[in-house]
Structures are given as structure tokens and as C-alpha cells.
């Protein structure tokens, strides 16, 4: 089965449409961060889950690590998943699933070494998803996804073979690596920003290219 492809870093409305056209299942849409690309406003998250036709899933990227702040953030936005970026503090996904019990719950581990592994077989039970990134949340300034870097693939078919939900690839993807990151982590799905773009912006040659070789 092909993966379900994610865009994110989804900036404008017309983004957002065109990324459904070309074959996106879902769309990426980062507010606050501390470092990297496509952060935008929560209005105009909104503004863009809105226009977005089900059943394409729209995911509010938060760094926020509080349930309090994370339901507060997402309530301005109303997406249909919830991608916490960063470590939930005290793992206290229980309280996300009572205040929103209608929303999807990604977590994203950044693939640093062994000890992503185990912090994704511990978190697996408690969302619907498990997201694997190449930042770095060590560093003084975090870096939480964004990097167009891509990490250890074979840490990530070991977490994908440890856990029984749902794994999406990400970090570094585009259309000449596509082919061997799936054959590698076999994927449910795949996370795209900086490979289907040109200067910041959604390039429709690169996401033909992209989907074409994902395809092929």
C-alpha cells in the first residue's frame, strides 16, 4: 500500500489547495516555534482548516508541552489532529484525550539515537500516531522539525516495527530518496516541507516530481 502523504509548512489558503490537488492526505500547519520553517498565525491556520474538505486531515504543529496550553492553542484553530512537536510534560495524554476527546493525537519523536526508540515504544499506547523527525529538542535553541535533514532510517523501521499504530516518516524526503525511505521504514505515511518547495514556497514541479516517483 503507497504511504498517505503529508505537506506541511502549508502558508496560504492557495496552499493548502494546491497540495490536495497534486495527492496530499493531509496537510501541516505550524504555529509557534522556537527555530525553523513555516511557522504562521493561528488565524490563519483557522482561516485554512476551514477550507479544507474532509477527508484531508489538517495537523496544528504546537510546541506547546502543557495539555492546558496545547488545548488552549488548538481551540484557536480547530484542526482535525493535534502534532505535538515537542515532549507533553508528565505524559499527560489522558488530559488531552478528556478535554478533546474528538482529536487525533500525533507525537513526534526526534530520531537522535537508542533512546528514541524506547521513548516510542513507551508513548505508542497513548496516541493515534507516532511522527519520526530529525530535530534536535536538546539543543539551547530546539530544533522541532523543519530541518530538511534526513536521520538513521534504520532506528526508524525498528520503532515501526515495535509499535502497532501508525508511522509517519519525516525529515529530508523528496523525490530522489523517496523510493529507498519507504522500501527502508515502510511507513504508513510520509511528511514533506522543504523537498516540495523552491525559496519557501509550494513548487508544482517538485510536487508532480515528488508524487510521480512516490508512484512509480
Known amino acids: 500500500m503507497k504511504p498517505k502523504v503529508k505537506i506541511c509548512c502549508i502558508s496560504s489558503v492557495e496552499e493548502a489547495s494546491t497540495a490536495v490537488e497534486y495527492g496530499a492526505a493531509a496537510l501541516g500547519l505550524v504555529g509557534y516555534m522556537p527555530s525553523g520553517p513555516g511557522v504562521i498565525s493561528d488565524d490563519l491556520i483557522s482561516e485554512i482548516v476551514k477550507t479544507v474538505p474532509p477527508p484531508i486531515a489538517t495537523f496544528l504543529l504546537t510546541s506547546e508541552t502543557s495539555p492546558d496550553a496545547i488545548v488552549s492553542h488548538y481551540k484557536k484553530v480547530n484542526s482535525s489532529v493535534i502534532q505535538i512537536v515537542d ?5 499527560q495524554y489522558e488530559l488531552l484525550r478528556k478535554e478533546l476527546p474528538a482529536v487525533k493525537l500525533v507525537q513526534v519523536i526526534h530520531v537522535v539515537d537508542e533512546t528514541s526508540v524506547t521513548e516510542a515504544i513507551e508513548i505508542a499506547p497513548y496516541v493515534d500516531a507516532i511522527l519520526l523527525d530529525s530535530g534536535n529538542p536538546n539543543l539551547a535553541v530546539k530544533e522541532l522539525g523543519g530541518t530538511g535533514r534526513t536521520h538513521n532510517w534504520a532506528l526508524s523501521r525498528r520503532i515501526r516495527e515495535s509499535i502497532t499504530i501508525p508511522l509517519y516518516l519525516a525529515g529530508g524526503l523528496h523525490k530522489d530518496n523517496i523510493k529507498e525511505a519507504i522500501d527502508t521504514v ?10 516540495v518547495r523552491t525559496h519557501g514556497k509550494l513548487d508544482k514541479e517538485k510536487l508532480a516530481a515528488f508524487f510521480e516517483a512516490l508512484n512509480s
Do not use: I, K, Q
Not at 87 to 91: G, K, N, V
Not at 186 to 195: A, I, K, M, N, T
Open 186 to 195: 515502510r511507513p504508513f505515511g510520509v511528511d514533506l516541507c522543504s523537498g
Open 87 to 91: 515532549a507533553l510534560s508528565e505524559r
